[in-house]
DNA sequence: GAGCACTGC
C-alpha cells in the first residue's frame, strides 16, 4: 500500500514557472493511473499577490475609463475569469494536492471534457508515458522562452491553441484579448513573440527519444508490469545513480557544455549558480560574545551589553531622539536594539515622565525579550520591567519599560486614547506589517501632532525603511549594524519544473557532499512536509551507509508540541539534521545550527475577497523580502549558504519587494469596529499607510450595520459599543450579546471561544481515522449541529475536571482545549464588563441557535433540489463540509460559520435553522421573499408556513 | 467524503 502510494506521490509532477512580475503559472501534468488524466495538462494561473489586491481593489486606471462598454464588460468577464480561475484551481488541486490512492474527482462533463482534450492533445503513435515526458519537455523549453515574454496572452493562446475552448475559457481568452489590446495601446510592449515550437519536435524530427526520456520512462514505468520482485528496484537504482550524479555535478558544471548536451530528465540533480553574498556585518573584534571573567553575574551581563552592535551608537542615538519626535530605526537582525533601546531611554530619564513602551508581533518575543531585559538591569520580572500580552499582564504600578504584543497596545488605546502614560512608543519589527502595526501607525502618528512630548520610534528591517520615513514626515532614519554571518546564496541555473522534487533532491546533495551542518527547507504547509519527509524517508533508506544519517524534523504551528520540541534537539555527531518547515521558521521560531537554507520560494498567504466574502487560502509566490529573511535563517550561528529553487532572473524580475500587507487582505469589520469606537469616524481619510481598499472598508461599514453596531449615519451604537469590548471577530461579538436576550450567554460564550480557536479541535491521525470520526460523532448526537457539538466537547471536558486523558480518549487537542478555555475566561469577565448577566438554560437549544443567528444571519443557506446549498443573499453555491456533523443529514435551511475555498466552496461549522427565524432577528436584512419558497419548489416543513405566507 | 500558512486581541 505504501509502496503504491510513493509510486502515485512521485508520478505526481507539477511545473512551477515564473512568468511575469507576481505571476506564476503552474502547469501539472496530472498522472492519474488511468489514461485520461495521463497526457492532461492543466494550466492554471495562481491568483498572485497582484491579482489578489485586484479582487479586491477596482483599477480602473487600468483601462480606460471613457470606454463604459469595456468596462462593463470586464467587470461581468472579470467574474466568468475569477470562476475559470476557481475551477481551475479546483481540478488541479483535486488531481495532485490531495496525494491520495484516488482518482481526482471530476464530474461526468469534466471527465469527457479531459478525455476529449487529452486525445487532441495526443498523437497517435508516440506512447502515453513518453507524451508526457515530452510535454514536460515542451512546457520547460516554451517556459524558458515564456521568461522574456511580457504578457500572458500569449501564453494563452498557445495554451489552447487547437484546443476546444470551454464557454468559459473563450470568455476569458476573449477579455485577456481586450486587456492586451489595450495594454498595447497604452504600454510600450514590443518585446512579445510567437511562440516557436522547439526544432526538436518539429514534424518529422523526433529524434532519440527513447534515450532523451530514458530515466523519465524508467521512473514512471509501471511497477506491476516489468518488475514483479521488487517494484522498487528500478526506482532505487535509478536514485542511487542520480546520487551519484549530483555528486559529480554540483557546483562544478561548465554551463556551456550543458547547454551543449541538454538532456532533461525529471529530477536531474539541480545546478544552482552562486550569485550573490548577502553580506555579514560584524566587528571584527566584538563577534564571539566575550566573557571575560567578571565578578559578578550582573557586572557581567553589563560588559556583555557593551559589546553589542549598537552599543557605540548610544550617545548619538539618544541625541537623535532627543531632537526630533519620530525616529525609524533600522537595526539588522542581532544589533541588540529590542533590549537596549529601551534601556538607553530608562537610562537617560525618559521613564520619569512616563512608560517606555516597546511592541512586539509576539506573544513569545514579548516574554523572552522583557524577561532578558530584566535580568540585564537586575530586577524583577513584572517590577520596573514587565510584559503585558493576552491572558497575560505581568506588569505593575512600578513597571516603567513594558514590552508587549502590537494587539494589546491597539487595546490600551481604547482606554487611553491619548497613550497618556507613556513619554515613549517603540513599534519594534514594524517591517512585518500585522495588521495591529499598521493600526496602531495611523493612530500614533495621530497622537504625535497634539503630544509633542510623545516619542516615537519604529523599527524595521533595511528594505522599507524610506517608505517609514516618508509616511512620518520624513522621520531621519538611524542606521544601526547587526551582527550576522555572510550567507551565500546560490540561484538555479534554469527554473526548476516541480520544486517539491527539487527540495528533495537538493537536500540530499547537500547531504552528500557539503560539509556538516543542518538544513532547513521551507515548505507551504502540513501536507507538503508530511509528502517530503514520507519521499526524503525512502530515499535514504535505500542508501544504507553509504552516507551519514539523515534526522528528517517537521515543524508546523498545528504539530503537537511534544512533537515540535525535536526540532531543538541537538544533532548527534555525524549525522544531519533537516528540518521541514512552513513558515513559521521564517520569523516564529529559531533553530540553533542551521547552516543551509533551502527556500522552494513558496509559500500559502490568506486573501479575503469582500465581494463574496470568501476566503482563501493559496499558494504565492514569497516576495523579495521574505527571501531575504529566509536566507538570513541560515547565517545565524556561522557563515550560511541559501540554495534558492529559482533563478536569478525570477528573483529579481518576478518577485514582488514586499509582501502585501495583511491589512490589504483582510476581512475589516473588526478594524473598522475598533477604529469606531476609538472615535474615528472618517475610515475612507484615516491615514493608513497603506490604505485598504475602499471596497473591503464599505464592505465591513455594511457589514457592522447590518449587525446594529452602526447606526445609519455610522455612528456606533449602544450594542457596537459592547462589542467592540470584545476581542472577537464582530460576529462572534454580536452572538454574545444577543445571548443577553435568549439567556444563554454562558452557552454562547464557550461556543464563541471554541469557534475561535479555529480547526484545530479535533485531532485526526492518519492511522486512526475511522476511531477519531467515531469519537467526534460522539458530540454530534442528534444532528444538533457543529456548534452545539463544540459546546458538548466543551462540557464534557469541564466535566472531567479538564482532563487531558479524556482529550486523548476522544482525539480531541488538548492544546486547543486549554486555549479555548482561556478565551472562554476573558469573555467571562468581558460579559460583567458589559453588563450581560451570566445566564444558562442548556435545554433549550433553539435559544442558542437565535443567539448564533443573530450573529451569523449573514451567513445563511437553503439546499436546493440539486442537494447543494445556496446562499440566501449574494446567492452563490455553497456545500456543507464534510467534516461537519450535518454532512448526511442536509436540513433545508442552515447558518454557517465560515465559508473556505477549497475543493470547492464550503460552509464550516453549519447549524440547522428556522428560516422565519431570519425575519424575526434580522427585519433589516430579511423580508418574506427571502425566505419564502418560489412556487415550483415544496415549502419548508413544519410550521414555518402558516406564519410565512400570512 | 475533506484537509487548515502564520500571528494577535
Not at 113 to 119: D, G, L, P, T
Not at 271 to 296: H, Y
Not at 884 to 913: C, D, F, N
Not at 927 to 947: I, M, Y
Amino acid at each position: 500500500m505504501l509502496m503504491m502510494k510513493m509510486m502515485i506521490i512521485t508520478k505526481f509532477r507539477v511545473v512551477v514557472k515564473f512568468l511575469r512580475k507576481g505571476k506564476l503559472v503552474f502547469a501539472r501534468s496530472a498522472l492519474g493511473r488511468k489514461e485520461k488524466a495521463v497526457t492532461l495538462n492543466i494550466l492554471l494561473q495562481a491568483p498572485s499577490t497582484k491579482e489578489n489586491e485586484r479582487h479586491v481593489r477596482r483599477r480602473t486606471s487600468d483601462v480606460d475609463n471613457d470606454d463604459d462598454d469595456i468596462e462593463s464588460e470586464e467587470a461581468m468577464l472579470r467574474d466568468q475569469e475569477e470562476r475559470a480561475q476557481l475551477e481551475r484551481n479546483i481540478r488541479e488541486r483535486d488531481a495532485a494536492g490531495t496525494r491520495k490512492l484516488t482518482e481526482p474527482k471530476l464530474s461526468k462533463k469534466d471527465e469527457e471534457e479531459m478525455i476529449r482534450r487529452s486525445k487532441a492533445l495526443e498523437d497517435d503513435d508516440t506512447s502515453s508515458l513518453r507524451k508526457v515526458s515530452r510535454q514536460v519537455y515542451l512546457q520547460k523549453r516554451r517556459d524558458q522562452k515564456l521568461l522574456e515574454i511580457r504578457d500572458d496572452i500569449i501564453d494563452h493562446e498557445y495554451i489552447f491553441e487547437g484546443v476546444k475552448l470551454t464557454e468559459a475559457e473563450e470568455r476569458e481568452l476573449r477579455y485577456k484579448k481586450k486587456i492586451y489590446e489595450l495594454a498595447k495601446e497604452h504600454l510600450d510592449v514590443d518585446d512579445i513573440s510567437e511562440y516557436k515550437m522547439p526544432e526538436a519536435y518539429d514534424q518529422d524530427g523526433v529524434v532519440n527519444q527513447e534515450k532523451r526520456f530514458a530515466a523519465a520512462i524508467q521512473r514512471y514505468r509501471d511497477p506491476g508490469a516489468g518488475d514483479k520482485m521488487n517494484p522498487f528496484a528500478e526506482q532505487e537504482a535509478w536514485e542511487e545513480h542520480q546520487i551519484g550524479k549530483a555528486t559529480l555535478k554540483f557546483g562544478s558544471k561548465d554551463k556551456k557544455q550543458a547547454a551543449d548536451d541538454y538532456q532533461y530528465v525529471f529530477e536531474d540533480g539541480i545546478d544552482f549558480i552562486k550569485e550573490s553574498v548577502m553580506d555579514g556585518i560584524q566587528d571584527e573584534d566584538a563577534m564571539p560574545p566575550e566573557s571575560p571573567g567578571a565578578s559578578s553575574a550582573k557586572s557581567m551581563l553589563q560588559d556583555e551589553r557593551k559589546t553589542l552592535p549598537i552599543y557605540p551608537y548610544r550617545e548619538e542615538l539618544l541625541q537623535a531622539i532627543n531632537d526630533h519626535q519620530v525616529i525609524v530605526i533600522v537595526g539588522e537582525t542581532g544589533s541588540g536594539k529590542t533590549t537596549q533601546i529601551p534601556q538607553y531611554l530608562h537610562e537617560a530619564g525618559y521613564t520619569k515622565r512616563g512608560k517606555v513602551g516597546c511592541t512586539q508581533p509576539r506573544r513569545v518575543a514579548a516574554m523572552s525579550v522583557s524577561a532578558r531585559v530584566a535580568q540585564e538591569m537586575g530586577v524583577k520580572l513584572g517590577h520596573e520591567v514587565g510584559y503585558s500580552i493576552r491572558f497575560e499582564d505581568c506588569t505593575s504600578e512600578k513597571t516603567v519599560l513594558k514590552y508587549m504584543t502590537d494587539g494589546m497596545l491597539l487595546r490600551e488605546f481604547l482606554g487611553e486614547p491619548d497613550l497618556a502614560s507613556y513619554s515613549v512608543v517603540m513599534v519594534d519589527e514594524a517591517h512585518e506589517r500585522t495588521l495591529s502595526t499598521d493600526i496602531l501607525f495611523g493612530l500614533v502618528k495621530d497622537i504625535a501632532r497634539f503630544r509633542k512630548d510623545l516619542k516615537l520610534l519604529i523599527s524595521s528591517a533595511t528594505l522599507d525603511a524610506e517608505k517609514f520615513s516618508d509616511y512620518f514626515d520624513s522621520a531621519p532614519i538611524f542606521k544601526i549594524p547587526g551582527r550576522r554571518y555572510p550567507v551565500d546564496i546560490h540561484f538555479t541555473t534554469a527554473p526548476e519544473a516541480d520544486y517539491i522534487d527539487a527540495a528533495i533532491v537538493t537536500v540530499l546533495q547537500i547531504h552528500v557532499i557539503q560539509p556538516p551542518g543542518d538544513i532547513l527547507v521551507f515548505l507551504t504547509g502540513q501536507e507538503e512536509i508530511e509528502t517530503v519527509d514520507e519521499i526524503l524517508k525512502h530515499r535514504t533508506r535505500g542508501l544504507g551507509t553509504k552516507i551519514a544519517e539523515l534526522i528528517i524534523c517537521p515543524i508546523y504551528a498545528n504539530l503537537p508540541t511534544e512533537l515540535q520540541a525535536k526540532i531543538f534537539e541537538p544533532t548527534p555527531e555525524g549525522a544531519r539534521k533537516v528540518v521541514l518547515a512552513t513558515n513559521i521558521a521564517e520569523t516564529s521560531l529559531t533553530i540553533d545550527g542551521i547552516k543551509y537554507v533551502v527556500d522552494p520560494g513558496f509559500c500559502k498567504i490568506k486573501s479575503y475577497n469582500p465581494r463574496t466574502g470568501m476566503e482563501s487560502l493559496l499558494v504565492n509566490p514569497i516576495s523579495k523580502a521574505s527571501a531575504m529573511q529566509r536566507a538570513g535563517r541560515s547565517g545565524r550561528t556561522g557563515p550560511g549558504k541559501c540554495f534558492r529553487l529559482y533563478t536569478a532572473y525570477n528573483y529579481h524580475h518576478d518577485l514582488e519587494d514586499n509582501t502585501v500587507p495583511e491589512i490589504q487582505r483582510t476581512n475589516l469589520a473588526n478594524v473598522v469596529l475598533t477604529l469606531k469606537s476609538l472615535g474615528i469616524h472618517d475610515l475612507v481619510n484615516f491615514d493608513f499607510m497603506d490604505p485598504p481598499p475602499s471596497e473591503a472598508l464599505l464592505k465591513a461599514l455594511e457589514q457592522l450595520f447590518a449587525l446594529s453596531a452602526l447606526n445609519s449615519r455610522g455612528e456606533l451604537t449602544k450594542v457596537g459599543r459592547r462589542m467592540a469590548e470584545f476581542p472577537l471577530d464582530p460576529m462572534l461579538s454580536k452572538m454574545i450579546v444577543a445571548s443577553e436576550k435568549y439567556k444563554c450567554s454562558e452557552e454562547v460564550i464557550s461556543i464563541a471561544a471554541m469557534l475561535s480557536v479555529g480547526n484545530s479541535i479535533f485531532y485526526r491521525p492518519k492511522d486512526k481515522q475511522v476511531h477519531a470520526d467515531n469519537a467526534r460523532k460522539n458530540f454530534h448526537s442528534g444532528f444538533v449541529g457543529d456548534h452545539i457539538a463544540l459546546l458538548n466537547v466543551y462540557n464534557c471536558w469541564k466535566e472531567t475536571d479538564f482532563s487531558t486523558q479524556w482529550c486523548y480518549e476522544n482525539y480531541i487537542q488538548v492544546r486547543s482545549m486549554k486555549r479555548a478555555r482561556d478565551i472562554r475566561d476573558q469573555l467571562e469577565g468581558l460579559l460583567e464588563r458589559v453588563e450581560i448577566e451570566p445566564t444558562s438554560n442548556p435545554g433549550d437549544l433553539d435559544a442558542i441557535k437565535k443567539a448564533i443567528t443573530s450573529g451569523f444571519f449573514h451567513h445563511s443557506a437553503k439546499l436546493q433540489k440539486s442537494g447543494a446549498y445556496r446562499t440566501v443573499k449574494n446567492p452563490q453555491t455553497v456545500h456543507i463540509h464534510p467534516s461537519s456533523g450535518l454532512a448526511e443529514y442536509h436540513p433545508r435551511w442552515v447558518i454557517y460559520h465560515e465559508l473556505v475555498l477549497t475543493t470547492k466552496e464550503y460552509m464550516r461549522q453549519v447549524i440547522e435553522l428556522k428560516p422565519d427565524w431570519l425575519v424575526e432577528i434580522a427585519p433589516h436584512y430579511y423580508q418574506l421573499k427571502d425566505v419564502e419558497d418560489s412556487g415550483t419548489k415544496k415549502l419548508p416543513r413544519g410550521e414555518g408556513r402558516a406564519e410565512m405566507t400570512q
